[in-house]
């Protein structure tokens, strides 16, 4: 059978975080109205990651792995598991959970009334240290400004979108970011909420300063020549 939902959560070195969050994510499926899938995305991670998304596999038949055999990036990891989806409504978010996918039904509501295509998710009181969050504002203003994207926080993995959606989409660095930015592009109807963001309790975060600016300057700018052509 089909499912109604599909959740998609890319993982890389995130053994310890994956069986508590899968708890609290299923918790949440169970309740809403229509069965759910669940796709975790190993991204070639070295640590115990496949062993523990083996146990989750076990103990929640809805949870289907995909595995890269080498770290490809979360673009990579996050387009697989959006191209698998058979939902027809797709929920993603990161696996290091400081996303709370009690959120979900929040994104998920006007999505499913028909109101909008993608929801986002804003985490407006943000538990990152001084200077992430600082770096995340500026990057945030000039995407905001060079793609006109509407959205406050496009680096917040907590989203909903509408299965059509993913047809819009294609391999590109930091795709991560910018789905809203092409979703728009697209003629799809995005909106932004907060949500709860929570501060990391194991292990550590995947991204330093040139994955948080020099990069995605770059990869913005290529971004606003292919929308624009």
């Known amino acids: 059978m089909t499912p109604r939902y599909s959740l998609i959560i890319p993982f890389y070195n995130e053994a310890g975080n994956i069986m508590p969050l899968l708890e609290n994510a299923t918790d949440v499926l169970t309740r809403l109205n229509g069965d759910a899938e669940i796709i975790l995305v190993n991204d070639g991670s ?25 770290n490809l990036g979360q673009n990579v990891a996050l387009l697989a598991g959006l191209r698998a989806a ?3 409504f797709i929920l993603t978010m990161d696996g290091d959970r400081q996303n709370d996918p009690g959120d979900f039904p929040l994104l998920l509501e006007p999505v499913e009334a028909g109101r ?3 929801a986002c998710g804003w ?6 240290s001084a200077l992430r969050r600082s770096m995340s504002r500026l990057a945030n203003a000039v995407r905001r400004r ?4 509407g959205v406050h926080d496009a680096g917040c993995q907590l989203r909903v979108l ?7 989409l294609f391999p590109f660095e930091l795709l991560q970011a910018f789905i809203p930015a092409i979703a728009v ?3 799809y109807r995005v909106g932004e909420f907060p949500v709860r963001h929570h501060p990391r309790v194991r292990g550590r975060a995947n991204f330093g300063l ?4 020099w990069k995605p300057a770059v990869a913005m700018l290529r971004l606003r020549r292919r929308l624009r052509s």
């Open 210 to 213: 040139r994955q948080l600016w």
């Open 116 to 118: 909008l295509d993608v």
């Open 86 to 88: 058979r939902g027809e």
């Open 146 to 149: 060079l793609l006109r994207d």
């Open 46 to 70: 070295t640590d115990a990651t496949a062993a523990e998304i083996a146990a989750c596999i076990s103990r929640w038949p809805q949870c289907r792995a995909i595995t890269h055999p080498h």
């Open 185 to 187: 592009a697209a003629g």
């Open 123 to 128: 985490r407006r009181e943000r538990q990152d």
């Open 162 to 168: 509408r299965r059509e959606v993913v047809t819009a």
